[in-house]
């Protein structure tokens, strides 16, 4: 399926910003259910309805209501929480989508530039708020001293990938605009094709399995925490004081 108007340069970094910013959230999902780490989606968006004016907070809030209720979405509070969730994982997969079409632009204006340098550039800066935003109020994270190191090193991993794959596509475009044989073109066509069938493939993998682990880690969490609620205390323990 080809998107009449959009250059298909502009169609493969989109796929490739999208798939690697998924992949990022996969693994910051898994993260924050394995070990506690903080999850930046979530915290965000807690930290941005802190910052909002009143009035603007209600009347989105109002807005969610309405159509959950006139939509017969289900019971309001749960149906809300759920929006709310992907709003803000939305939140980040745009901020990351746009960050890396900017990345794609750069390398393709400015070719002496190291495209994985750059791309540490750029996960370092989205990376700071989201650690001053963990650091003041973080809702999700269990563990202190990780926090920003883990976000660092997680968003600098998808600038540096970002970068590198990058400047691979960018090389198979100059390649097939360049080329004047019959039959190379077509060559080159194949090779970029599968490159970004490989890389989808890649990262698709890494989110699936990312929101598979956290999801099956909270679930034995859960399930060892109703265990030990309902675990019977010990008649010795119980009749300590009584002994005495």
């Known amino acids: 399926m080809k998107f009449k108007g959009m250059p298909q ?7 490739v910003t999208s798939m690697v910013t998924a992949a990022l959230v996969g693994i910051l999902f898994a993260g924050w259910k394995i070990a506690g780490l903080p999850f930046v989606p979530f915290d965000s968006f807690d930290w941005l309805t802190r910052v909002l004016p009143g009035r603007v907070l209600g009347f989105g809030i109002g807005i969610m209501v309405d ?13 809300a929480k759920t929006v709310e969730h992907a709003i803000a994982l939305a939140g980040l997969f745009v901020i990351g989508v746009a960050g890396g079409e900017i990345l794609f632009s750069i ?7 190291h495209p994985v340098f750059l791309g540490l550039v750029l996960g370092f800066v989205l990376a700071v708020p989201a650690m001053l935003i963990s650091a003041d109020a973080s809702e999700t994270a269990t563990v202190d001293p990780l ?4 976000i660092l090193v997680a968003f600098l991993a998808w600038g540096a990938i970002l970068g590198r794959v990058g400047r691979r596509l ?3 475009e100059v390649v097939n605009s360049t080329v004047d044989s019959a ?7 194949i090779d970029r094709r599968h490159f ?3 890389l989808g493939g890649s990262a698709a993998a890494i989110t699936v399995v990312g929101a598979l682990v956290g999801e099956f880690a909270d679930a034995r969490r859960k399930e060892s925490a109703i265990m030990a609620a309902s675990e019977p205390i010990r008649w010795s323990l119980s009749h300590q004081g009584s002994a005495t």
């Open 67 to 79: 159509v959950i209720r006139t939509l017969h979405l289900g019971p309001t509070s749960e149906t």
């Open 9 to 15: 340069d502009r169609l493969g970094g989109l796929f």
């Open 196 to 198: 970004l069938v490989k």
């Open 107 to 113: 390398l393709r204006t400015r070719r002496k530039v």
């Open 170 to 172: 960018i090389s198979t």
């Open 147 to 150: 926090r920003a190191v883990w």
């Open 183 to 189: 039959t190379e073109p077509r060559v080159e066509r």
